[in-house]
């Protein structure tokens, strides 16, 4: 059974890795936190189901579409509203305001697109006979999820530590301000890391049928509140601490729904409290600002 | 007289002839709550620019503190009101570290927190004490007439707070820490027991509108009143109006709320949508909301 | 401020009020009524929208009948009058619904107030009736809370009180000497708790042991683990209750897992076939066990309404589509206002329910007998019978197992 819950616990923290990603990467480059997070992913996860239903295509197929789609809206709503903020006398707390509002449209947008039933992709489409791994048996999708989660976040790695954009990048996390000193495109640099954000949240939004049960236009809050409460854990605008936090996120909720499955659903907001009032930093990480 | 006096014994009397002329009391109930959930927001985001997304879960502890008062201690309607707003208060003083965040990861926090209530009270196995996710049935003391006037009530005492926090040194000095939080430290103000009287003064208005909903409503279930749109509602309708005012909540849940039952019958889908389009819009064209445009033409508005 | 700002903004704050929220007190008619109002609630969207649609469907299909036909007849006018069906969407809230309750009664002045799907927002409805004493036709609200002595103004159309449901399950189960473990996995709500609650009384003492008992939130979308749990106490049985999104969802994760039980019941397939079957395959469904209801199960003795054929065939020619239960539910409830129409005095809300009293145990419609308890208004006459889905050709057909008086076969154990 431990050996179970621990496997297990790995394939999820993997996915939860990617889902918290793109809403830490956000953070850090531009210090607001991206509410309408969990409404991108939920966009992903229709995108990909709609694709499934059309052209019976499972999810892996869906993954080019999301990143050319969701980089393309991220560069536009950045120019769109982003400096406009940045400019005013509080950009933290309008930003986060707007972000709000934007989330409300994009769920209401859903609803009137979708409906409000929820779905779900068959978990039997990369076959119905289960996988064997670290001796314990699980569903192929389980697996598949996980595998794409890790090359998605191996990927993240190179592009930060191995490109230029990605220097570029750090830099703009590191200083804004020095960055821009040095010459680098800040709004070009950032526009670029929102459009790369959103894209990782599409990305995990395809598998959300398999790793999150089923899908619907209002589960964007939720994912918001769970992706939060993975980066605070791993540590606010380290991308490579959200890894750890995933995986501490991953297997605590399987150990919770293993042994008190009752009370496994306050797991995401218990960790958020308490990591914010305790250590603030993170697991790994500097600290951040407080009142 | 100070400002506002006129204004709210205004929106009370409407609040206490309504009932006469138009027979749908639930929906001038609702209204009455919105209305005190919006000055809720506004004693605290208003004055101390804290914006709680968990506000809800005040009004849900006000709801079971009500309910559990009655089923489990036998008090009367009245007592377990008292007991509603008690709960509240007592999960803000809990909270009250969370205040030592800042605006954002308040936000985010108030709203784990107020998720962590609801899962907490439909929990399985606390059935035995709070009915957990098997609902409150109040049938025995359902009286909608009574809990009607409680809520003129408390949207009275809603509308005396916001013109105390206008006209009284404690409202300054919250101003102030919003402006200028290390200025106003320095010029004298207890930044943080100023900021956590805003808080519990906040908590218990949002416990007497769940208490007051509770027996109003008589039969629920936990998750409508943690209903996180609770939050939502009363946020959007207050920023609408415009913060740090005595009428800018008003007018705000008047006319969206107003609208919301209008499209709501027939279009509600819409509804949401024209929420979120409110919201951007007021961000990027008129961040102090609706009664600043009446300011600028010159309105003497409280 | 000055005097003048005050009442510019009182003047507009009441303005935009009075605006919104008079949309029309129609006058009450002296004399005989030209139309029977009836209003009633339906989520468009939430959790309750698909089961509340079909059901709005159903009473909706009932009204157009009975229109074409010149309207219902009405004894207290001894005439036929028009029929005019009053709705609103409640989004599966029970603030809004309790709101357009109240509408409906107190501004649409409605003749006769019908409930919305389920116990949730069933719920609210239960006080407003009573206080503006309105009878509520109560459509599939089974919640236990609602019927009391107390309270003469509820009547429940369709289905028993969720408490009751499991009795024929329990028997079947202790019918069944093989079965000595059995495991409970249920979603801790008013209507499947209750089940759960039943079903555990009713086995207590008995060969057949609870070996795994466990509550999951009613949002459960992942039963993947809890599988692994289950399997873990190796039961012989396995009964899931759950609402249609948890049933999917279980059927669906027990597919994926590969693991197999001798037998699994879950509730919805008995009730939305068509959404379970296209939703998790004929494959999944295999074996399993449910509750059948019309119109898997079908009720020879009707004497008031069509029979299932019959309906079947003239709600395809309406929508299109199969009927579901729901659909059933909802028609089933306009046959109940029917008949109360044709025999009830007067359109007094109290001799309306004396009417119901006394044709109570006396109709039989395609969804079986109606019988209340003429004390509480709670339905008893309809039983929800135990059957299996065994393949048949491409699909799936029903073999009733118990009660032994509607039985059609023996169950296939354990399941292939």
Known sequence: MIAYTLSAGLLFGLYFSLAALGLNLVFGVMRLINLAHGDFLMLGAFLAYGLYTVAGLNPLYAIPAEVVVFMFAGVILYYAVVPRLLASHNPEMLSFILLFGLSQII???????????????PSTIYGSRPVSLFGQTFPVAWVVSAAVSALALLA??????HSRLGYATRAVMASRDEAAGTGINV????????????????????????????????????ITTVSFAVIVIGSLGNPLGTVLGGLVYGLGLMFMETYHPSWADLLPFVLLIVILLIRPSGLLGQRVRLA | MPRGVWFSV???????????????????????????????INVLFGFTGYLPFGYVGF???????????????????????????????????????????????????????????????????????????????????????????????????????VVYLRNSRTGLALQAIREEPVSAGFAGVNVVRERTRAWLMSAALAGLAGGAYAWHVSVFYPKPVFDLNISVFAIVFT???????????????????????????????????????????????????????????????P | MSLSSVSRLWLFAGAVLLMTLVTGI?????????????????????????????????????????????????????????????????????????????????????????????????????????EHRMLLFDQTGTGATFFSTKNPYIVLTSLPSSAEWPYSLADFLKSQPQITRAALLYATNDFTGSQAQTLRQRLHGSHVKLVFDHGVPTSTSSYALLLHNVQAARPQALIEFGYPNNDIAFLHDLQASGMKFNMVFTIFPGQLFALMESSVGPKTLAYTYTYPTPPLLVYNRVNYGPGLDNFRRAFRSAGGKEPNFLNIAGYNTGLVIQKTLATAASLQQLAMRRSIVSFSGKLHTLNGTFRIDPATGAQTGETLPVGQFIPAGKGLAVRMLYPPEVATGRPVYPAQ
Not at chain 2, 12 to 37: E, K, Q, R, T, W
Not at chain 2, 66 to 72: E, G, P, V
Not at chain 2, 99 to 121: M, N
């Open chain 1, 156 to 161: 993240v790695y190179l592009y930060l530590h």
């Open chain 3, 26 to 130: 129609p006058s009450r008619a002296a004399g005989i009524p030209g139309e029977i109002r009836i209003g009633t609630l339906y989520a468009d969207s939430g959790p309750f929208a698909t089961s509340s649609k079909s059901q709005l469907q159903g009473l909706k299909f009932w009204v157009d009948e009975v229109n074409r036909a010149g309207g219902a007849y009405v004894r207290a006018y001894h005439r036929r009058i028009p029929v005019k069906l009053i709705t609103y969407n409640d989004r599966s809230s029970t603030t809004t619904a309790a709101t357009l309750y109240n509408q409906l009664i107190t501004q649409d002045h409605v003749n006769i107030l019908a409930a919305d799907f389920g116990s949730v927002l069933t719920s609210v409805a239960v006080p407003i009736a009573q």
């Open chain 2, 239 to 301: 920023l609408f109006g415009g913060v740090a005012t005595l009428s800018g909540p008003v007018v705000g849940t008047l006319l969206l709320y107003g609208l919301y039952n209008w499209i709501g019958i027939s279009q509600p889908q819409y509804f949401q949508l024209v929420f979120g389009v409110v919201i951007v819009a007021l961000v990027l064209f008129l961040p102090n909301g609706l009664v600043s445009l009446l300011r600028r033409v010159g309105a003497n508005v």
């Open chain 1, 187 to 222: 709004h070009r640099v950032s526009a670029i890391a929102l459009g790369v954000g959103l894209a990782l949240a599409a990305t995990a939004g395809a598998f959300s049928a398999f790793m999150l049960g089923s899908i619907g236009p209002d589960m964007g809050i939720h």
């Open chain 2, 10 to 40: 205004g929106v009370v009397l409407l609040f206490v002839v309504l009932p006469f002329v138009y027979g749908n009391h639930d929906l001038l109930f609702s209204m009455m709550m919105y209305l005190v959930l919006a000055q809720g």
């Open chain 2, 59 to 161: 009004f849900g502890a006000g709801a079971y503190g009500m309910s559990l008062a009655i089923l489990l201690l036998h008090f009367p309607p009245f007592a377990a009101l008292i007991a509603g707003a008690a709960a509240a208060v007592l999960v803000a003083l809990v909270l009250a570290p969370l205040l030592r965040l800042s605006g954002a990861y308040f936000a985010i926090a108030s709203l784990a927190a107020s998720e962590v209530l609801y899962y907490v009270i439909s929990n399985p196995h606390l059935t035995s004490i709070t009915q957990g996710p098997y609902g409150i049935n109040l049938a025995a003391v359902y009286d909608s007439s009574a809990s009607y006037a409680v809520m003129v009530a408390v949207l009275a005492l809603a509308l005396g707070m």
């Open chain 1, 107 to 121: 769920e209401a947008l859903a609803v009137i697109a979708f409906g409000n039933d929820e779905r779900a992709i």
